[in-house]
């Protein structure tokens, strides 16, 4: 049997009805393109939420009061003013605790900023120097609070992005003053823009020093929350453990499972978005994977309509001695052809369609190869699967009765 032939013989058939070959394609173009896209996309979401959370700081720990039942320390709700600034100094101050470089207490509130004729709701965080750190913050313009400032209770204000688009519109904000629950604060620095959405978006937030923001403007004297930044990656559990047990110990607490505090790690952050997002992957795969199953099942109407327009070819040739094999593998390869060259052009439109809605809603482009790879041996996968129904109804077709055929 010369496949070279059989190659051959099937492309001529196959170009001879170009429009029947084009609509027996275009189901697995377009379920092939889908599976590419989705799974691109749903990449690059996941790519998009990992480069969120990890820009919010480097192998970062956060101390919530009350418990949440989450990580190493678990108990029942508890009170959610239990964290203090005492607290946040005690760990910072420790021998206990070496797996820690940095410690930032932070209060956060959210409050209407005005100036001029211009005002916008945003959250306020009133912070330390070491935030900078703790939350990898990068300055646009300016600089960020400092120690001294805190300590002082200066009534200075860093602010991010969105913020002095909305107060100050193309003018440099660094210099000017915004009203703060009535007070006045002068603003000396504006931070580099991180994207984000939503009441938490770090570009929508306005920074003051932590002791200003606790006893001049919201009147309170506990911490939202304490960030803390590990060492290295390695040494997370063990920083939170040594957090944990430091706290239960300050605040007189021997049992773990009464904890008033709880501690949320930067890897159970990724790991619970991971899961959603990879999730939602998996099920616009599916969906997708449908129209695959429905391509396979136009390939399969559209070839034995073939088989029964060439019954008299077919009878001809196994008249003339074909065997049975070489009329199975001339309709194999044809459906093949058909779906190879369906994935190939799926392939294409379906890294095209993922490269436009990356740029159009700002997602990182991501390509799997895996999925590349997947796609094109399921579409050669269906080639054969519902090639081969018609293929052996054309093979064991009696070559008398095919002959006698109108």
Same mark, same amino acid.
């Given at each position: 049997?010369?496949y070279? =032939?059989?190659?051959?013989?099937? &492309?001529?058939?196959?170009?001879l009805?170009?429009?029947?070959?084009?609509?027996?394609?275009?189901?697995?173009?377009?379920?092939?393109g $889908?599976?590419?896209a %989705?799974?691109?996309?749903?990449q690059?979401?996941? !790519?998009?939420?990992q480069?969120? @959370?990890?820009?919010?700081g480097a192998?970062?720990?956060?101390?919530?009061?009350g418990?949440?039942?989450?990580?190493?320390l678990?108990?029942?709700?508890?009170?959610?003013?239990t964290?203090?600034?005492? *607290?946040?100094?005690?760990?910072?101050?420790?021998?206990? @605790?070496? *797996?820690i470089?940095?410690?930032?207490?932070?209060?956060?509130?959210?409050?209407? &900023?005005?100036?001029?004729q211009?005002?916008?709701?945003?959250?306020?965080a009133?912070?330390?120097?070491?935030?900078?750190?703790?939350?990898?913050v990068?300055?646009?313009?300016?600089?960020?609070?400092?120690d001294?400032?805190?300590q002082? %209770?200066?009534?200075v204000?860093?602010?991010?992005?969105?913020?002095?688009? *909305?107060l100050?519109?193309? !003018?440099?904000?660094?210099?000017?003053?915004?009203?703060l629950?009535?007070?006045?604060?002068? +603003?000396?620095?504006?931070?580099?823009?991180? /994207?984000?959405s939503?009441f938490?978006n770090?570009?929508?937030i306005?920074?003051?020093?932590?002791?200003?923001?606790q006893?001049?403007?919201f009147?309170?004297?506990?911490?939202?929350?304490i960030?803390?930044?590990?060492? $290295?990656?390695?040494v997370?559990t063990?920083? =939170?453990?040594e957090?944990?047990?430091?706290?239960l110990?300050?605040?007189?607490l021997?049992?773990?499972?009464?904890a *008033?505090?709880?501690?949320?790690?930067? $890897?159970? +952050?990724?790991?619970?978005?991971?899961?959603?997002?990879?999730?939602?992957?998996?099920? %616009?795969?599916?969906?997708?994977?449908?129209?695959?199953?429905? /391509?396979?099942?136009g390939?399969?109407?559209?070839?034995?309509?073939?088989?029964t327009?060439?019954?008299? =070819?077919?009878?001809l040739?196994?008249a003339?001695g074909?065997?049975?094999?070489?009329?199975?593998?001339?309709?194999?390869?044809?459906? &093949?052809?058909?779906?190879? &060259?369906?994935?190939?052009l799926?392939?294409?439109?379906?890294? !095209?369609? $993922?490269?436009?809605?990356?740029?159009?809603?700002?997602?990182?482009?991501?390509?799997?190869?895996?999925?590349?790879?997947?796609?094109?041996?399921?579409?050669? /996968? @269906?080639? @054969?699967?519902?090639?081969?129904?018609?293929?052996?109804k !054309?093979?064991?077709?009696?070559?008398?009765?095919?002959?006698?055929?109108?």
């Amino acid at each position: 049997m010369d496949y070279f =032939e059989l190659l051959t013989s099937a &492309v001529e058939a196959l170009t001879l009805n170009k429009l029947r070959t084009a609509l027996a394609t275009l189901g697995i173009i377009i379920g092939i393109g $889908s599976v590419i896209a %989705l799974v691109s996309l749903g990449q690059a979401s996941q !790519a998009s939420v990992q480069s969120q @959370i990890e820009s919010l700081g480097a192998n970062l720990l956060t101390v919530l009061p009350g418990s949440q039942n989450q990580g190493a320390l678990r108990g029942a709700p508890g009170s959610t003013e239990t964290l203090t600034y005492d *607290d946040a100094k005690a760990i910072a101050a420790s021998s206990q @605790i070496p *797996d820690i470089s940095a410690v930032s207490p932070e209060y956060q509130s959210r409050a209407q &900023v005005s100036t001029g004729q211009t005002n916008s709701n945003v959250q306020v965080a009133g912070v330390t120097g070491m935030y900078e750190t703790v939350h990898n913050v990068s300055m646009a313009e300016g600089t960020f609070i400092t120690d001294s400032e805190n300590q002082s %209770l200066a009534k200075v204000a860093v602010i991010g992005p969105q913020v002095a688009a *909305d107060l100050f519109g193309t !003018a440099s904000p660094v210099g000017q003053t915004l009203r703060l629950n009535g007070i006045s604060f002068t +603003i000396e620095g504006v931070t580099v823009s991180k /994207g984000g959405s939503g009441f938490q978006n770090p570009d929508n937030i306005v920074y003051i020093p932590l002791l200003t923001a606790q006893q001049q403007v919201f009147g309170v004297d506990y911490l939202s929350n304490i960030s803390l930044s590990a060492k $290295s990656q390695s040494v997370m559990t063990s920083a =939170e453990n040594e957090v944990g047990y430091f706290l239960l110990a300050r605040h007189h607490l021997s049992d773990p499972s009464k904890a *008033d505090f709880s501690i949320l790690s930067q $890897s159970d +952050i990724l790991g619970a978005a991971s899961q959603v997002t990879g999730t939602f992957t998996s099920l %616009l795969s599916g969906i997708a994977a449908i129209s695959l199953l429905v /391509g396979g099942i136009g390939i399969m109407n559209i070839m034995l309509v073939t088989v029964t327009e060439r019954t008299r =070819e077919i009878g001809l040739r196994k008249a003339l001695g074909a065997k049975k094999k070489t009329i199975v593998s001339q309709f194999l390869i044809e459906a &093949v052809i058909l779906t190879l &060259v369906g994935g190939l052009l799926g392939m294409l439109l379906g890294i !095209a369609v $993922s490269y436009g809605i990356s740029l159009l809603i700002s997602l990182p482009f991501v390509l799997s190869l895996s999925s590349i790879l997947l796609a094109l041996t399921v579409s050669g /996968g @269906i080639g @054969i699967l519902f090639g081969w129904y018609p293929a052996r109804k !054309a093979a064991s077709l009696s070559p008398i009765e095919a002959l006698r055929y109108e």
